[in-house]
């Protein structure tokens, strides 16, 4: 790397640049994305589901059914204690 200028100097200003060109289009895609959930918010739609629905979406469905599958087994354990600690 050589001093304050040169090579070394420009290498690092077109970083930089780079960057911040990525940033301002990071902003811009966030900026959209926020106007689409307001619009669907707008249609009715409850935007917190939706935002669900798109994590989910985006699980390998292996996955996805392994986690669903281990839900129902909490929730079906949960069920089975709590009839149990109502009859006690």
């Not at 970083?15 to 249609?43: M, N, P, Q, S």
């Amino acid at each position: 790397m050589s001093g304050s200028g040169g090579v070394a100097g420009d290498q690092l200003r077109a970083f930089v640049e780079r960057i911040e060109h990525v940033e301002e289009e990071i902003k811009a895609l966030t900026e959209g994305k926020k106007e689409i959930y307001a619009e669907a918010k707008g249609e009715g739609y409850d935007v917190k589901i939706l935002k669900e629905v798109i994590r989910v979406r985006k699980q390998d469905e292996k996955e996805r059914d392994e986690k669903e599958s281990m839900l129902d087994l909490y929730l079906h354990a949960l069920q089975g204690s709590g009839a149990v600690a109502k009859a006690a």
